[in-house]
T-cell receptor, first 110, second 116 residues
Framework: QKEVEQNSGPLSVPEGAIASLNCTYS??????FFWYRQYSGKSPELIMS????GDKEDGRFTAQLNKASQYVSLLIRDSQPSDSATYLC??????????FGAGTRLFVKA | GAVVSQHPSRVICKSGTSVKIECRSL??????MFWYRQFPKQSLMLMAT?????????EQGVEKDKFLINHASLTLSTLTVTSAHPEDSSFYIC????????????FGPGTRLLVL
């Protein structure tokens, strides 16, 4: 069973702090990874995609991929209350199926 | 990013009736569309994968005769919940993908189904 694992949280951080969300995956054949944000009652929206080892930055968001450790993370700098949501990690397997983690709930306290 | 629409956004129906949900990719052609179901405070559950012009592939435990999927074109997929029951009440979300391995899934806004 190919899996993507996330800590369900909730992760609580104060406004302005860095939020660090982590994810591990079991399929070494996975080539591409994604972070989605899902607000309560809404569908997921794409934040970042990452395909290569290392860091990828987009505004306040930085995705990190370490294929050797089968580890993906998302850092949110200068966290805002509006960042409070569930963050889903996902990976495309060698069979072209996307496997989603269960999500980590993030609370940013004002 | 790519835009995916769903219709209707919300539907209430009586037990035993059938409900059709449409998913459209508005500004790109989707080779593959996915249907998910999400119960409150739970994670996304993939129901089926559909490729244009071929039969959908259903996940284990999903009844293909109850959840009919038609992917008639590269921009439209439909999910029909047949003989709906209260336990089918859920948030149904479609997504669309252009390519295969590296390409991203773009999600529709979801359809909230309530079966009375």
């Amino acid at each position: 069973q190919k899996e993507v694992e996330q800590n369900s949280g909730p992760l609580s951080v104060p406004e302005g702090a860095i939020a660090s969300l982590n994810c591990t995956y079991s399929d070494r054949g996975s080539q591409s990874f994604f972070w989605y944000r899902q607000y309560s009652g809404k569908s997921p929206e794409l934040i970042m995609s990452i395909y290569s080892n290392g860091d990828k930055e987009d505004g306040r968001f930085t995705a990190q991929l370490n294929k050797a450790s089968q580890y993906v993370s998302l850092l949110i700098r200068d966290s805002q209350p509006s960042d409070s949501a569930t963050y889903l990690c996902a990976g495309n397997t060698g069979g072209f199926k996307t496997i989603f983690g269960a999500g980590t709930r993030l609370f940013v306290k004002a | 990013g790519a835009v995916v629409s769903q219709h209707p956004s919300r539907v209430i129906c009586k037990s035993g009736t059938s409900v059709k949900i449409e998913c459209r990719s508005l500004d790109f052609q989707a080779t593959t569309m996915f249907w998910y179901r999400q119960f409150p405070k739970q994670s996304l559950m993939l129901m089926a994968t559909s490729n244009e012009g071929s039969k959908a592939t259903y996940e284990q435990g999903v009844e293909k005769d109850k959840f009919l999927i038609n992917h008639a074109s590269l921009t439209l997929s439909t999910l029909t919940v047949t003989s709906a029951h209260p336990e089918d009440s859920s948030f149904y979300i479609c997504s669309a993908r252009v390519g295969r391995e590296l390409e991203t899934q773009y999600f529709g806004p979801g359809t909230r189904l309530l079966v009375l």
